[in-house]
């Protein structure tokens, strides 16, 4: 006559953690696949539940039938560990919890989530600033219209200060809507009025939060760069530093090529609150940001506008002391090659 297998054997024999636990929120019983999930050489029998997953209450609160749920947990070893699991009651007042370890599951749906958004930026986002600028620029033509019509006085001031918003608008546009353009041109451009015009336009914004605005730009001549892409950089750059500054802070501009001519060299220095080491290590990373309204993007864009022409750039940062971002490109043809050897 066959043997028939035990309560505990189907227990040990599943392929996910089981947790009993009795009325009074203790372990009553944990299999061993469920031991290796929390990292524990034997089942924590009569320890609190707390301490192996979650609280009682919490592992029955809001409880759906067939409905998993997650709750990270730190492992012997201190590192987070997303756990997906359901309970179920299971009599005499006690509750069975199956659980599995799912942190590679949101590992790969955090990648393919990061993938979208990337694609839905290259994909819809072009066409979206093509129909927001063109009615910007209809307005602000008008603006200019009418300041050239209107007399001096509190009026023409405040349609000056709105071409100003007008431009700094557009200038926001061409910073988050430079995917997919090349920073290098097969066409020399005027590439210091492009930074002229772009600190010109900040000003405002840096007077309204008390941040005096400065630059340094030597002259250059025409340059194999994208003039419209150096302004979309620089406002990126411009914008995340007047972002970590407070009230009487500096924000220090410099554009020149470099000694031997080769690169253009592109430097954004603000004194305000700098980067821990840990935020330093991530600031270019796509949609990663520090701030409640930020959207990641503009400084990762920039990185990957100057990598992409062949660049580098450098930011070095000391919480409470500042940021200072440092773009490199070279400025011979496209097609030419650049050592990257002697860059700071």
Same mark, same amino acid.
């Given at each position: 006559?066959?043997?028939?297998? %035990?309560?505990?054997?189907?227990?040990?024999?599943?392929?996910?953690?089981?947790?009993?636990?009795?009325?009074?929120?203790?372990?009553?019983?944990?299999?061993?696949?469920?031991?290796?999930?929390?990292?524990?050489?034997?089942?924590?029998?009569?320890?609190?539940?707390?301490?192996?997953?979650?609280?009682?209450?919490?592992?029955?609160?809001?409880?759906?039938?067939?409905?998993?749920?997650?709750?990270?947990?730190?492992?012997?070893?201190?590192?987070?560990?997303?756990?997906?699991?359901?309970?179920?009651?299971?009599?005499?007042?006690?509750?069975?919890?199956?659980?599995?370890?799912?942190?590679?599951?949101?590992?790969?749906?955090?990648?393919?989530?990061? %993938?979208?958004?990337?694609?839905?930026?290259?994909?819809? /986002?072009?066409?979206?600033?093509?129909?927001?600028?063109?009615?910007?620029?209809?307005?602000?033509?008008? &603006?200019?219209?009418?300041?050239?019509?209107?007399?001096?006085?509190?009026?023409?001031?405040?349609?000056?200060?709105?071409?100003?918003?007008?431009?700094?608008?557009?200038?926001?546009?061409?910073?988050?809507?430079?995917?997919?353009?090349?920073?290098?041109?097969?066409?020399?451009?005027?590439?210091?009025?492009?930074?002229?015009?772009?600190?010109?336009?900040?000003?405002?914004?840096?007077?309204?939060?008390?941040?005096?605005?400065?630059?340094?730009?030597?002259?250059?001549?025409?340059?194999?760069?994208?003039?419209?892409? &150096?302004?979309?950089?620089?406002?990126?750059?411009?914008?995340?530093?007047?972002?970590?500054?407070?009230?009487?802070?500096?924000?220090?501009?410099?554009?020149?090529?470099?000694?031997?001519?080769?690169?253009?060299?592109?430097?954004?220095?603000?004194?305000?609150?700098?980067?821990?080491?840990?935020?330093?290590?991530?600031?270019?990373?796509?949609?990663?940001?520090?701030?409640?309204?930020?959207?990641?993007?503009? /400084? %990762?864009?920039?990185?990957?506008?100057?990598?992409?022409?062949?660049?580098?750039?450098?930011?070095?940062?000391?919480?409470?002391?500042?940021?200072?971002?440092?773009?490199? &490109?070279?400025?011979?043809?496209?097609?030419?090659?650049?050592?990257?050897?002697?860059?700071?």
């Amino acid at each position: 006559m066959p043997t028939v297998p %035990s309560a505990r054997d189907v227990l040990n024999a599943l392929p996910a953690g089981v947790l009993v636990v009795d009325r009074d929120g203790r372990v009553h019983a944990l299999n061993p696949d469920g031991c290796r999930i929390l990292g524990l050489a034997t089942a924590p029998l009569g320890w609190p539940v707390a301490d192996v997953l979650a609280p009682l209450d919490v592992l029955i609160e809001g409880r759906v039938p067939g409905r998993r749920r997650q709750v990270t947990v730190v492992d012997r070893a201190g590192l987070p560990m997303q756990i997906g699991y359901s309970t179920s009651p299971c009599g005499g007042g006690h509750w069975a919890v199956l659980f599995r370890d799912v942190s590679s599951l949101e590992d790969a749906r955090s990648a393919r989530d990061h %993938s979208l958004r990337i694609e839905t930026i290259d994909e819809v /986002l072009p066409s979206l600033l093509h129909e927001l600028r063109n009615p910007l620029a209809a307005m602000t033509s008008a &603006v200019e219209l009418l300041i050239e019509e209107t007399r001096p006085g509190e009026l023409r001031d405040e349609l000056e200060a709105i071409l100003v918003e007008g431009r700094r608008m557009d200038l926001g546009f061409q910073g988050i809507g430079m995917v997919g353009r090349s920073l290098r041109s097969t066409r020399a451009q005027l590439v210091a009025p492009a930074v002229h015009e772009v600190v010109r336009v900040m000003r405002a914004s840096a007077a309204r939060a008390g941040v005096v605005l400065l630059l340094e730009c030597a002259p250059m001549p025409m340059l194999h760069l994208n003039a419209a892409v &150096v302004r979309a950089v620089l406002y990126n750059l411009i914008n995340n530093a007047l972002n970590a500054c407070r009230e009487g802070d500096e924000v220090r501009i410099g554009a020149r090529l470099r000694g031997d001519g080769a690169a253009f060299e592109l430097t954004v220095h603000d004194t305000g609150v700098g980067m821990s080491e840990d935020v330093l290590a991530r600031c270019t990373e796509l949609f990663f940001t520090t701030r409640s309204h930020g959207s990641g993007i503009g /400084l %990762s864009m920039c990185r990957r506008a100057v990598e992409e022409a062949d660049g580098l750039c450098t930011v070095l940062s000391t919480a409470g002391r500042g940021t200072r971002v440092i773009l490199e &490109v070279p400025v011979g043809d496209p097609g030419e090659a650049w050592s990257a050897s002697g860059a700071s």
